[in-house]
């Protein structure tokens, strides 16, 4: 019986081993992945950053091109490149004002609705529908009150 019972214990000896072995290995893992994720955030991080930069770095480019200073042939190209996709986008822009009837502001080039009085973004007053575009007919009440009116 006690041979019995040290069997019992010794594989309960090793049991509660392995369990404490797997758990610290469940631990490490579990503390590697929480250490690449957040390895992983960082370098997303960088990532975004390098890429503001370089946005920056290409405004400033561009603002240089269009102020007329000279760059290589493939840079002058991309300079190019961007005039010509703003051309397109204002194309673009006109296209979606003619479909929504919006007036463009003179001042700011913002496109507003055509029953704006003043520019939403800048304030300045936007262009009236001229008057031979209007119907100026008088309603026929209106017409009879202007003849009492006279008479």
Known sequence: MDNFLGKIKTNFSKAKDEAEKYSKLAIQKTSNLVSQTKY????????NKIVTVMAEIGEYVYS????????????????????????????????????????????????????????????????????????????????EEDTAEEE
Request: a negative charge; charged letters at 30%.
């Open 40 to 47: 992983n955030f960082a370098v997303n991080d960088a990532e």
């Open 64 to 143: 240089e091109y269009l102020s007329g200073a000279e760059f290589p042939a493939d840079v002058a190209a991309k300079c190019e490149d961007i005039d010509a996709l703003k051309e397109e986008i204002a194309s673009l822009k006109e296209r979606i004002a003619d479909l929504k009837d919006a007036t463009v502001c003179s001042s700011c080039g913002e496109y507003n609705s055509s029953e704006n009085i003043y520019c939403a973004k800048c304030g300045e007053k936007l262009r009236q529908t001229p008057a031979a575009d209007v119907d100026v007919t008088p309603a026929a009440s209106d017409t």
